[in-house]
C-alpha cells in the first residue's frame, strides 16, 4: 500500500497559478475569477450563483494536483472583495 507521503508527491504540484476576472457569460449574473496552472488549464472557478452565494467550481481532472495554501488563501481573499452578483459593492 502507498504512503500518504507518496500519495501527496504523486499530485502534480502548482506553485504558482494564474488568475483572471471574467464575467462569464451574458447570463450569468456576477463576476468571477479564473484559476488556471501555468500551462493554461483550468483547476477551479471562483464563482457566485443565481441566489448571490460565492462558491468554488472545481474542474474534474485525471490527475490530482497540489497548491501552496498560500496561493489558495491569496486567491479566495481577493474572490471575497471581487466574486459578487453584479450591481453590488
Known amino acids: 500500500m502507498r504512503s500518504y507521503l507518496d500519495f501527496i508527491a ?15 457569460d451574458s447570463e450569468y449574473p456576477g463576476t468571477a475569477i479564473e484559476v488556471r496552472n501555468e500551462a493554461g488549464e483550468e483547476l477551479f472557478h471562483i464563482v457566485v450563483d443565481a441566489n448571490g452565494t460565492q ?4 474542474f474534474a481532472r485525471e490527475s490530482n494536483y497540489r497548491l501552496p495554501l498560500g496561493e489558495l ?17
Not at 12 to 17: K, N
Not at 80 to 88: D, F, L
Open 10 to 24: 504523486g499530485a502534480e504540484l502548482f506553485c504558482r497559478v494564474d488568475t483572471m476576472i471574467t464575467t462569464g
Open 55 to 58: 462558491q468554488i467550481l472545481f
Open 73 to 89: 488563501e491569496e486567491i479566495v481573499a481577493r474572490a471575497k472583495k471581487i466574486v459578487r452578483v453584479a450591481g453590488e459593492s
